[in-house]
């Protein structure tokens, strides 16, 4: 009987508000919309009648004034020419928009999970389609997909957010815009999406992070958008940073693309928060310089190799200066002995994110040292016999056709291979033109030569006053 004289109360409470409510509506008082609005909503919220909260946030936005003028509105706001006041529009808005930021508040104070699941998803149905609610209902996706994902629902959670396209969201701020978008890879990754996360992860440029905040900080002009402000929950741009990075090296390590997830540490390691605390850069540094190693000869990993070597940082590492010293110089490296110096540090070296380098970099790091080996020996030889050059790689004879084989497929050097006289030759063929022309600037050096000397001999004869004898 109590619960039932309380809940009548409730009621003609709430009718009450309601006759308000329709009063300031009709004679477009703003003010008095809100408050009748958000009053209707605490009302229910402090008697915890969580049903009668849902049915009125929905009751509240199908009111009829409210959806008609929504409509002639946006129609206002879309072709600009029809001459109608736009007042009762900013009424609609003002109230729905009131309507919903103070529900939200109520999320998360449900006493259970399915209670809190009911509201989000009747705050979501109220704000779908009304641009000026747009925020909020990708804040309500966003809590919805972490429950989702709690529940252990990942492909849910992740279509969920893939939902919403903040990217064209004009007032919401561009760090929240970073983590959403940050949140829609971070799900297809753990969902094993990878071609849907690069798609997404395309979306935030690298040069964002880059930007000073304190000179976006702009007053507003007249009819631009006013940003809102992030939620205090929202990292910072440089922690954003971090975490994009950490994300594109978990995309990058899913089809072993060593020279790009070097490039990601690169980037975490020039954070400057990073870069001021040893306990932090340290093994960040370990990392480029291991992906260094990894990653195949070309002109960006010879750059990023070089560049690493003059890091003064790399000095407390000494071990992994030497081992980068050794790629630059043109050196034959015993592989044996290498593994041996660097075995335990390769197989205690543990990523960021978890586990290890794994069993396949371990193969692809003697596969660059070989290659290393391979590219010395074409600059010192023209000519070498198989046998000869499969002792200097420490290989059996066919390992080491195989490799050579392998590196003239890719480009990576021009080598021809004499099967039955076992002769490699790393002489680039050259045609008629490029013969006829090294002739003629041979020629031409000898010619120059000629004049200089007799010009010299002309000069000596001049000076000592000497006639030449013919």
């Not at 009829?64 to 946006?74: D, F, I, M, P, W």
């Not at 704000?127 to 996706?141: C, D, F």
């Not at 994110?353 to 003697?366: F, N, P, T, V």
Request: glycine residues 4%; proline residues 3%; charged residues 25%.
């Amino acid at each position: 009987m109590i619960f039932q004289e309380g809940k009548g109360n409730l009621e003609a409470q709430i009718d009450q508000l309601l006759n308000t409510e329709k009063q300031m509506r009709l004679s477009g008082d703003v003010a008095g919309t809100k408050k009748a609005v958000t009053e209707i909503l605490q009302l229910c919220f402090e008697a915890k009648d969580w049903k009668t909260l849902n049915e009125q946030i929905v009751n509240l936005s199908k009111k009829r004034g409210q959806l008609k003028q929504s409509q002639v509105g946006c129609m206002h706001g879309v072709s600009g020419s029809l001459k109608i006041s736009s007042w009762n529009f900013v009424l609609c808005v003002e109230a729905v928009t009131a309507m919903v930021q103070q529900a939200m508040q109520y999320i998360d104070q449900t006493p259970d999970l399915d209670t809190r699941i009911e509201l989000i998803k009747t705050l979501n149905s109220v704000s779908a389609g009304k641009i000026y609610v747009e925020i909020e209902r990708a804040r309500l996706i966003k809590k919805l997909a972490k429950i989702k994902e709690e529940q252990g629902l990942i492909a849910e959670a992740a279509d969920l957010m893939q939902e919403v396209a903040v990217e064209t969201f004009g007032a919401m701020a561009k760090t929240e815009k970073i983590a959403f978008i940050l949140e829609q890879v971070r799900l297809c990754l753990d969902r094993q999406d990878y071609v849907r996360a690069q798609i997404l992860s395309r979306k935030i440029s690298p040069r964002v992070f880059d930007a000073d905040p304190s000179k976006e900080k702009k007053k507003p002009k007249e009819g631009d958008n006013v940003v809102e402000e992030a939620p205090a929950d929202i990292p910072s741009l440089l922690e954003l940073k971090r975490i994009y990075y950490e994300l594109m090296i978990r995309y990058y390590s899913h089809n072993n693309d060593y020279l790009e997830i070097c490039r990601c540490y690169k980037a975490i390691y020039e954070i400057p928060y990073i870069k001021e605390d040893p306990a932090q850069w340290m093994p960040v540094l370990r990392k480029i310089c291991w992906y260094l190693v990894l990653a195949p000869h070309d002109p960006m990993q010879s750059s990023l190799l070089n560049s690493t070597l003059e890091d003064k940082n790399l000095s407390e590492i000494p071990n992994f200066r030497l081992l980068l010293k050794q790629l630059v110089t043109m050196e034959v490296i015993q592989w044996t002995s290498l593994w041996n110096t660097y075995k335990d540090e390769f197989e205690n070296e543990t990523n960021m994110l978890g586990g290890s380098l794994g069993a396949k970099a371990a193969e692809d790091l003697r596969q660059r040292i070989i290659e290393h080996n391979i590219l010395v020996v074409s600059k010192y030889y023209s000519r070498i016999t198989l046998k000869r050059l499969a002792e200097l790689l420490c290989l059996s004879i066919q390992e080491a056709e195989k490799h050579l084989s392998d590196m003239v497929v890719s480009k990576a050097l021009v080598a021809k291979i004499d099967r039955p006289q076992g002769i490699v030759c790393f002489q680039v063929a050259k045609d008629s033109n490029d013969i006829l022309n090294s002739w003629a600037m041979n020629l031409e050096k000898l010619l120059d030569l000629v004049e200089k000397s007799c010009h010299q001999i002309h000069k000596e004869t001049m000076v000592h006053k000497t006639a030449l004898k013919v």
